[in-house]
């Protein structure tokens, strides 16, 4: 089945504790992107990835890393978690340039709260 | 930059009745793409519809179809005969085409729907 999977799904942390969140693709997608959702903000961008070792900011990307050694993988590392980084995270892969990036597959979502 | 306007935070509506879902956006480009988001309880992003902007024909699924209106900006989604499954968050979004290495979609902020049985 094809799917993007995120672990942890639920995580509660203190801060300044190191924490990752991994997310998997099994389609062969080129591109792959993180988003945070808060009440009354919507899904943000955070960071991005259109291809092994190529990413870049999005529109949130304080206080997070990101890194793409292999094409299916794209850890979302959160270096010194502070409590404005509770939320809920989502990562999305898809095909990348014009042919066909227009439809992203998310995965489940990882709930992040941080005391 | 883009931005996406959900004017509705919550709505409620009778099991088997329509209900539509407003969103607006703007935009300097002229070629991109809108779509609507269905969020469930379960938290799952699930793809409802999708509309290209260079198709003047309203894209239809089954129960959901959209109304858009390229020169007011408009992109409203329409829910027939409607289901306590409808019962979820819904986000309008949009992405810009072409925009080589990141597809990124700009979201609204939601409108959460409530069927009632």
């Known amino acids: 089945e094809a799917q993007v999977t995120q672990n942890p799904r639920y995580l509660i942390t203190v801060t300044g504790k190191k924490l990752t969140v991994t997310c998997s693709q099994n389609m062969n997608h080129e591109y792959m992107s993180w988003y945070r959702q808060d009440p009354g903000l919507g899904l943000r961008q955070i960071y991005y990835s259109m291809n092994v070792e190529v990413t870049d900011k999005g529109d949130v990307p304080e206080g997070y890393k990101v890194s793409r050694k292999e094409k299916r993988n794209f850890p979302l590392i959160l270096e010194s978690p502070s409590p404005n980084q509770t939320s809920l995270y989502f990562c999305?892969?898809?095909?990348?340039?014009?042919?066909?990036?227009?439809?992203?597959?998310f995965g489940a979502g990882s709930r992040l709260t941080v005391l | 930059a883009q931005t996406v306007t959900q004017s509705q935070p919550e709505m409620s509506v009778q099991e088997a009745e329509t209900v539509t879902l407003s969103c607006t956006y703007d935009?300097?480009?002229?070629?991109?793409?809108l779509f609507w988001y269905k969020q469930p309880p379960s938290r799952q992003m699930i793809l409802v519809i999708r509309?290209?902007?260079?198709?003047?024909q309203n894209a239809t699924e089954n129960r959901f179809s959209v109304n858009f209106q390229k020169a007011a900006k408009s992109f409203s989604l329409k829910i027939s005969d409607s289901q306590l499954g409808d019962t979820a968050m819904y986000f309008c979004?949009?992405?810009?085409?072409?925009?080589?290495?990141?597809?990124?979609?700009?979201f609204g902020t939601g409108t959460r729907l409530t069927i009632i049985p």
């Open positions: 935009t300097s480009e002229n070629n991109y793409y």
């Open positions: 509309q290209e902007a260079y198709k003047q």
């Open positions: 999305a892969s898809g095909l990348a340039g014009l042919s066909g990036a227009n439809v992203l597959t």
């Open positions: 979004a949009f992405m810009k085409r072409g925009n080589f290495g990141n597809e990124k979609l700009t």
